[in-house]
Each structure stands twice: as structure tokens, then as C-alpha cells.
């Protein structure tokens, strides 16, 4: 049996939680965008947009979205890099992979899609001035190792933007408890049909390492000056991180 981790509250082996989050994933795709904007009020569309904006990304560069998802930050980036600079939208999931392809070309952005593991990158070394990952490193089993996997792909100078759910400033924090366990899984299963997922959303953001542990694992992953921002209290965290 492989080392045991952990799919929210429960210890499980990496295998199992493997299953189990691509099973949330193939569950969710459908409505994960709907179900995004009624969680967050909308305001995930602002705290992906300050992420971008934040890793100062430009005409010509070229970008490596992991956990890519419906593809939020890819639409964001290739609006910054221009017909110059190049997008590579990446998830693990497939179902996830392909509706932010089609989303993005109901957009007209024709963005390279792979489906790929964040842990075990198929890229060269420094391939890319940027590497983002939003709202999906809590669901990595390894995280170390997906972080040691984006300094690796990034050129001297690059950055990498970490936007993910962290944890609340104190005072809010039994109200935000109220809402993500009571709240989020009744909302789950009235718009997707799926509360078990939206319960191991909460569960995860509670396991999920706070603002100052990420920054440890990410100085220890190899980035330099890495910098946090809290947005919402705290809610959500935006780790960025440079190679030199």
C-alpha cells in the first residue's frame, strides 16, 4: 500500500485519493462555473483577475496554466501575452480539460490543451516566463513536489502565482465554518446535484496548508522573495514566487 494522505478529513492511500478527486472533478465540470460564482458572490472572477495582474506578465511571454480548469487564468493571461506570447492550459482531469477548451474557443482562443500531472511535469527545464496555479493545489497529493516542478519549468527571472484558498483571519472564521458546511453542501447538491463533493471542498481548504506554511514550502521548493497577499480576510491567498 502506497504512503497514506489525506482526501479531506479522511486518511486515504495516494491511489484512492487520486480516484476520489478525479471522481469530484468528472462530477463538478458541468457546473463548476455556476457553482463558482454563487459560492464566491463573483468575486473568484476579481482574485483570479488580481493574480494575473500581480505576476506582471506581458506581450510575448509565454505561460503554463496547471489546474487549469474552465480556463479563467488561460482567457486572463493570453489577453496579456498577445499573439506573440503563448498559453498552455493544463488539468489533470479531463472532463475539466475540456470544458475549458471549448469555453475558450466559444471565446475564440484557440489555447493548447494537455492533460497532464502537476507532479510530473512533460516540459523541458525553464520553458516558461510563468507558471500559475489557481484553486488546485489543495487537491495535489504531493504538493512539494508539483511546487519543485514549477521551478523547474520556469526561466530565470520567472514567476509563479499560487491563488488558492487559505485560511481566514480568526474573528471570521467560525461564521465562515457556519457557512462552508452548512451552506456550501446544501448549495452542491441543489445546483450540481452533488453535495459529497462540496463538503470535501471545505474539508480540503481546512487541511489545506496555511499562508505562512506555503511560503516555507515554496522557499524550500526553490523560489526566491516569495511574496502573500490575503484577499477576503484571508479566505484566499495569493503565494508568488521567483527563480533566479
Known amino acids: 500500500?502506497?504512503?497514506?494522505?489525506?482526501?479531506?478529513?479522511?486518511?486515504?492511500?495516494?491511489?484512492?485519493?487520486?480516484?476520489?478527486?478525479?471522481?469530484?472533478?468528472?462530477?463538478?465540470?458541468?457546473?463548476?462555473?455556476?457553482?463558482?460564482?454563487?459560492?464566491?458572490?463573483?468575486?473568484?472572477?476579481?482574485?483570479?483577475?488580481?493574480a494575473v495582474e500581480a505576476t506582471g506578465v506581458r506581450r510575448g511571454m509565454h505561460v503554463l496554466d496547471l489546474a487549469g480548469g474552465t480556463g479563467d487564468l488561460a482567457r486572463l493571461f493570453a489577453e496579456c501575452v498577445g499573439p506573440t506570447g503563448s498559453v498552455l492550459l493544463?488539468?489533470?482531469?479531463?472532463?475539466?480539460?475540456?470544458?475549458?477548451?471549448?469555453?475558450?474557443?466559444?471565446?475564440?482562443?484557440?489555447?493548447?490543451?494537455?492533460?497532464?500531472?502537476?507532479?510530473?511535469?512533460?516540459?523541458?527545464?525553464?520553458?516558461?516566463?510563468?507558471?500559475?496555479?489557481?484553486?488546485?493545489?489543495?487537491?495535489?497529493?504531493?504538493?512539494?513536489?508539483?511546487?519543485?516542478?514549477?521551478?523547474?519549468?520556469?526561466?530565470?527571472g520567472g514567476v509563479a502565482a499560487v491563488l488558492e484558498f487559505s485560511h481566514v483571519w480568526r474573528p471570521l472564521r467560525p461564521a465562515y465554518d457556519w457557512y462552508s458546511f452548512n451552506i456550501l453542501p446544501r448549495l452542491g447538491q441543489l445546483v450540481a446535484g452533488d453535495a459529497a463533493s462540496y463538503r470535501y471542498l471545505a474539508e480540503?481548504?481546512?487541511?489545506?496548508?496555511?499562508?505562512?506554511t506555503l511560503k516555507t514550502m515554496m522557499e524550500q521548493a526553490g523560489f526566491d522573495r516569495v511574496e502573500v497577499s490575503n484577499l477576503a480576510a484571508g479566505v484566499v491567498a495569493l503565494h508568488l514566487g521567483r527563480v533566479f
Not at 497532464?116 to 520553458?127: H, T, V, Y
Open 90 to 156: 493544463t488539468d489533470i482531469n479531463g472532463a475539466m480539460l475540456a470544458a475549458g477548451r471549448d469555453k475558450l474557443l466559444d471565446r475564440g482562443l484557440a489555447v493548447p490543451a494537455v492533460q497532464c500531472d502537476a507532479e510530473k511535469l512533460p516540459f523541458r527545464d525553464r520553458s516558461f516566463d510563468c507558471v500559475s496555479i489557481a484553486f488546485g493545489l489543495r487537491n495535489v497529493t504531493h504538493k512539494e513536489r508539483a511546487l519543485a516542478e514549477m521551478a523547474r519549468v520556469l526561466r530565470p
Open 204 to 212: 480540503s481548504i481546512r487541511m489545506h496548508p496555511d499562508q505562512e
Open 1 to 50: 500500500m502506497s504512503d497514506p494522505t489525506h482526501f479531506g478529513y479522511e486518511e486515504v492511500s495516494t491511489e484512492e485519493k487520486r480516484r476520489r478527486v478525479r471522481g469530484v472533478f468528472d462530477s463538478v465540470a458541468g457546473k463548476y462555473d455556476l457553482m463558482n460564482d454563487l459560492m464566491s458572490v463573483g468575486l473568484h472572477r476579481w482574485w483570479k483577475r488580481f
